[in-house]
Structures are given as C-alpha cells and as structure tokens.
C-alpha cells in the first residue's frame, strides 16, 4: 500500500513540474512577442496618439532623437520574394505604338552596359470625360465657369477591386493674367475617388475627398499627385500640399491620408527634412512626390533618386532615413540639376528588385520651358541602390494629338505624368498618367516581363555593391535626352 501511495505522489510530481514548465514557457515567448510588436511602432497604442493630437505638437523641422520609434533595419523576418500580381484589366487595347526601349544598367563607377528590349505601350483606358463630369456634379457651382480637369490618376487594387485616386484641377491660371476670376472660389486642387471592376466599370459613386486643405493662395492650393499604398491591409493615399507649418513660413510637403479613418498623417522626419537647406532663392520649400515602397509589410519612402534617400514611415507618421547618400558638397537637390524626380509608387517584382516609373523635368535653354519624360526605374533594397533606368517611354504620337496643351505658356512637348502603377497577371505594367495636364488615362506597357529578366540576370552575375556615384544620374539623364531630343537642355 505504501508503495501504490508513492508511485502515485511521484506522478502527480511530475505533472506539476511539467504544467510550470509549460506555463513559464509560454509567458516567456508571449512577452518576447508584444516587445517585438511594441518596436515596430505600428501597433494600436502608437496608432491612437494621432487621435489624442499627440502629432500636433511635432513638425516636419523636428530635430530630436528621441521621437524615432521604430526598430532597427533587418528585423530578421522572413523576405516576401515575389509580388502579388494584379487581376489583369479586361479592356480594349487601342493605339499601340512598338518601339525598342532602351536603358542602362548602373554599378558604383556609373553606366555599367546596355539593355534594350522590344516593347510595345497601348491606351487601355481613358477615365476622362468621365471623372470631370462626375467631379464637377459635385461643387456648388452654379455659374458652371469654373474649368475642371482630371491629372493624376493614382490606381491600385484593393479587394478585388480598382481604386481610383485622381487629382481633380480646377485651372485658375487661365484667369490669371486677364484677372477675369470665375464666379464661385475654390481651391484649385481635390482628390476624387472611385472604385472599378476589372471591365472598369463603376462599383462605388465617386466622391471627393474631404480634405480641408488651407486657401491661402489664388493659384496652386489643395492636395496635388495623389499616389495610392497598402499597407498591413490598409489603404493610404500620399499627395503634397502647400500649408503653414508656423506664421509666415509655408511649404509644399508631403502628407499621408488614411482612406480608412478618413484622417491625415504630416509624417514627422526624426532630424527634420533636407529640402529645408535645398530652397532656391526667395521660393517656397518643397518635399514631394515621395515614392512610396512596402517591403515586408513595412512603409518605405524613396525620398530622392539622385542622391538616392531612403525613408522608413511607421504608420503613425514617424519617419527616418534608413539609407542616405550624399558627396563632399552635402548636396541635395537642385531645380536645374535634379532632372530624375519623383513617380509611382515602387511596386515589387521579384525582392530585391522593385520597379517604378519615374518623371524627369529638364528646361530648355532657348526659352525656359519644362520637357517631361518618363522612365522605368529599378531599385534594389539590398543593398539600396538604382539597378536600372530606361530611355524615355513612347506612346502613340495620336494620345499626344488627342490632348490639347493645357500649359502651353510654360511646355511645349506632349507628355506624360505618370502617378500610378499595377503589375498584372500576365506581366503587363499599367500605368497610371495624365496626358499634357489635360486627361487621365491608364497605359500598359506589354512584355514587360522579357526587360525586368534580362535586367535582373545581369545584375545578378556581377551585384555591384552600391549604385552610381551622387549627381550621376541626373547628368546620365540630361546627357541621353539631349542626344534623343537634340535640345540644348539647362544642367547647372
């Protein structure tokens, strides 16, 4: 009896050793889970400052330290290799232009090889009329002389569905120079919404963002370049806009509108914003046309391609440079050397290789206007450097004829302003441009997967350690337009 009695206190022993066991080992990877939740600075405590106003008190010119939540770069996560393709859009190819593309591989010393591929672009879709119409339904404007254009069309697929973020400009400038000003005042600038399905066809009705954005000038107020991201699920829009940060010191920044909660996020640059020390004389600070860049499920900005800038944004809008070039002149950025500007968000193709389409504007030595082109860029994110950059990308001449210059006082040559990008299934890329100011229209660019694969297999045999030296680009740029174009350019 005795010895039943010890066999069963020794097994009742053990059965409580196991359960601490288990217990301590439990609470142990829980908390080590919430600390690494906490470092992330996206969790839900972070996220319900903005509503206490927490944000309110920190601006753009912030030079404290201390304000970066976020964790250390790396994070030891498992990589997303590949992107998720998009639905293809079912639509009607029409006014194909076949062309060869060329581009140029880049290592540390500069152009490292060529790389061309026959490609053809096509005008899948025009959203004008269509948005101008349903944008100007809704402002209280009577008179009807108020001129409404559609720029900017920002798209992205989000449950199953195309939304459409377009840039609704209301042109005062036309007024200007008579000061013969229409009827009833608005900003000049709004965002439009509209989700579509894959035939493009309205799914919502279109509304206006409500973004109060200031009045404080005749001509060039309201959000402007809308560019759409998700991120961890959520859908965000990012435009710039001119506004007061303090009492007779305004500037053009960028802001992050969270569709969801209908809320901006002015991000909050830990050491503040370099454009602060790039003013030109007696003009407005600017910091736009951020490219927005997910990786992993984390907000990447590229702030600048030449000298390539590399920002982290948690999504409470704090924000640090995790990669940042510069020379021995600290230089930044000027209006008449930093030709490569901004463009689409980068959307990923195989990690680490992201692609984007990105702007340049040049101005003419005989009379000063701007020449816009647009280019394929390819990043990688390790290390942070610009792979690739192509030759300008050629539409149809007819797209151009369709269009009238709007601005023809400062561009003379048809162009496109590309803000929008979608990779789909079958590997076309879908760009979102408008047309000489003038319409918003989605342009595919087919056999887009035969140059992203030559592109990353040479890149591949020989990974250079870091991209061009700082102010390359730019030159690499002004150089071939002016040999394609034979117009003398300004590069100062």
């Not at 601490?20 to 405590?45: H, I, P, Q, R």
């Not at 377009?166 to 005062?172: A, E, G």
């Not at 004829?401 to 601005?407: E, L």
């Amino acid at each position: 009896m005795l010895a039943v009695k010890w066999h069963l206190f020794r097994v009742c022993l053990t059965l409580v050793i196991l359960v601490m066991v288990a217990t301590m080992t439990f609470t142990y990877f829980s908390s080590s889970a919430l600390v690494a939740k906490d470092a992330e600075g996206d969790n839900d405590l972070d996220l319900e400052s903005e509503n206490r106003g927490s944000l309110g008190s920190r601006s753009v010119f912030s030079r404290r330290d201390d304000a970066w939540p976020g964790r250390k770069e790396g994070g030891g996560r498992k990589k997303t290799t590949t992107t998720r393709l998009a639905p293809v859009i079912q639509a009607v190819e029409r006014h194909c232009h076949a062309f060869r593309m060329g581009g140029f591989m880049f290592n540390e010393r500069g152009r490292r090889g060529e790389v061309t591929e026959d490609l053809a672009t096509c005008l899948v879709h025009s959203f004008s009329p269509y948005i101008e119409q349903e944008a100007a339904k809704r402002f209280l404007d009577p008179a009807r002389d108020n001129v409404y254009f559609a720029n900017s069309p920002a798209i992205l697929w989000n449950r199953g569905e195309l939304v459409l973020v377009s840039r609704i400009w209301l042109d005062r400038e036309k007024y200007e120079p008579r000061n013969d000003w229409p009827s009833n005042h608005f900003a000049d600038n709004w965002l439009y919404m509209q989700r579509f399905d894959a035939r493009l066809r309205p799914v919502t009705n279109g509304s206006i963002l409500g973004i109060p954005a200031p009045k404080q000038w005749w001509v060039g107020d309201g959000p402007i370049e809308p560019r759409l991201v998700e991120v961890q699920g959520r859908l965000f829009v990012t435009f710039n806009s001119a506004m007061a940060f303090r009492q007779n010191f305004p500037m053009d920044f960028t802001i992050i509108w969270d569709i969801d909660r209908s809320i901006p996020i002015i991000p909050n640059i830990d050491g503040g914003t370099p454009m602060m020390n790039a003013t030109e004389k007696d003009d407005m600070p600017r910091d736009k046309h951020w490219m927005a860049l997910v990786d992993n499920d984390r907000l990447f900005f590229v702030h600048n391609l030449d000298p390539l800038r590399v920002l982290h944004c948690t999504l409470a809008g704090f924000c640090k440079f995790v990669h940042r070039e510069t020379d021995r002149t600290r230089f930044i950025f000027s209006d008449a050397r930093s030709h490569l500007r901004g463009g689409t968000p980068f959307v990923l193709y195989r990690w680490p290789y992201y692609v984007s389409v990105a702007h340049t504007t040049m101005y003419k030595k005989t009379n000063h206007h701007r020449y816009y082109t647009a280019h394929v860029v390819v990043l990688s994110v390790r290390p942070y450097r610009v792979v690739y950059i192509s030759n300008d990308i050629q539409i149809h001449p007819k797209l151009y004829r369709m269009a009238p210059m709007v601005r023809d006082r400062y561009i003379d040559e048809g162009f496109i302003f590309p803000v929008g990008l979608v990779l789909d299934r079958d590997y076309n890329l879908d760009i979102g441009v408008h047309v000489n100011d003038y319409s918003s229209v989605l342009i595919r660019v087919k056999k887009f997967r035969n140059l992203m694969e030559r592109v990353i297999a040479v890149d591949i045999q020989r990974p250079p350690i870091r991209g061009p030296p700082v102010g390359y680009l730019n030159q690499h740029i002004h150089d071939l337009l002016v040999n394609l174009t034979h117009i003398d350019m300004v590069h100062e």
